[in-house]
C-alpha cells in the first residue's frame, strides 16, 4: 500500500521569506513541504480579504498549516475556508488577548499609524552607522531572512496585527512558544508546547526541534 503524502504550507512571519524554513527538513516519504510568499495587500484590503486571496494558493486538500508570528495569524485566517488536517503557529498568538501590553496601547491610541515603515528600505544605511557585533548581527539577520520592505506592506502588516480581533480559536490548534519570546512573551500566552531558551526567531535557531518533533504533531489525532 502507498502511504499518501501529507502536503505541508509554511508561511513566514512579517516581511520575512519563506528562507526562515531553510533548515526545516521533515521526512520526504511522508511529507511534501509548500513555501508561501506574502502577496502585496490591496488598498484598504482587510486581513480576512487577503487571507482569502492566499487560499487561492493552496493547490492540496486536507493540507497542513503552519504559520509563523504574523504568519500565524494568517493562517488561522486561512483556514476558516479551508478543510485543514492540522493547523500550527509558532511564535505567534491565538487570540488578541495573548498580544502584549505594548500592542494593545498601540492598538488603543493609534500609535501604529506612526510607524516609519518608509525605513524599512533603507537597510543599508542602518548598516553603515550600526555599532556593536549584536546590532550588526540583527542587521545581517534582517537582511538574509527579510524579503519584503515595500512600506506600505508594512503598514498594512502593523495595523493588521496589533488591530487583530480575533477572541475564540480553533481547540484543535497546535501553538510552540519559546519562553524567551520578546515579541509575544510567553506570560500572555496559553495552551501551547514552550520550548526551553526558544526566542521569537527559534524557526531558525531550534530548527533541530521542529524537525524532530513536527512529524509526530501532525501525525498525532
Not at 63 to 91: A, P, R, T
Not at 143 to 160: C, F, G, P, R, T
Amino acid at each position: 500500500m502507498i502511504q499518501q503524502i501529507i502536503h505541508v504550507y509554511l508561511m513566514p512571519g512579517m516581511a520575512a521569506s519563506p528562507k526562515i524554513f531553510e533548515y526545516i527538513k521533515l521526512p520526504e516519504d511522508q511529507f511534501k513541504l509548500h513555501f508561501l510568499e506574502w502577496l502585496m495587500p490591496t488598498e484598504h484590503e482587510s486581513l480576512n480579504a487577503y487571507a482569502l486571496r492566499m487560499v487561492g494558493l493552496i493547490k492540496h486538500s486536507h493540507v497542513v498549516l503552519i504559520g509563523v508570528s504574523f504568519g500565524g495569524v494568517l493562517v488561522q485566517e486561512m483556514s476558516k475556508h479551508l478543510n485543514l488536517k492540522k493547523l500550527i503557529i509558532v511564535s505567534s498568538v491565538k487570540t488578541k488577548n495573548e498580544l502584549p501590553s505594548k500592542m494593545k496601547l498601540a492598538r488603543m491610541t493609534g500609535a501604529y499609524k506612526i510607524v516609519p515603515t518608509q525605513l524599512a528600505s533603507k537597510i543599508d544605511v542602518f548598516e553603515k552607522y550600526a555599532f556593536g557585533k549584536l546590532m550588526s548581527k540583527r542587521i545581517e539577520l534582517y537582511k538574509m531572512y527579510l524579503s519584503v520592505n515595500d512600506h506600505k506592506y508594512l503598514s498594512w502588516a502593523i495595523k493588521e496585527m496589533v488591530c487583530w480581533n480575533q477572541e475564540n480559536y480553533d481547540p484543535h490548534i497546535v501553538h510552540i512558544q519559546g519562553d524567551n519570546d520578546s515579541v509575544f512573551p510567553i506570560s500572555y500566552i496559553s495552551n501551547c508546547i514552550i520550548i526551553p531558551g526558544g526566542t521569537h526567531i527559534m524557526i531558525i535557531n531550534k530548527y533541530k526541534w521542529f524537525n524532530e518533533n513536527l512529524p509526530s504533531l501532525i501525525l498525532d489525532k
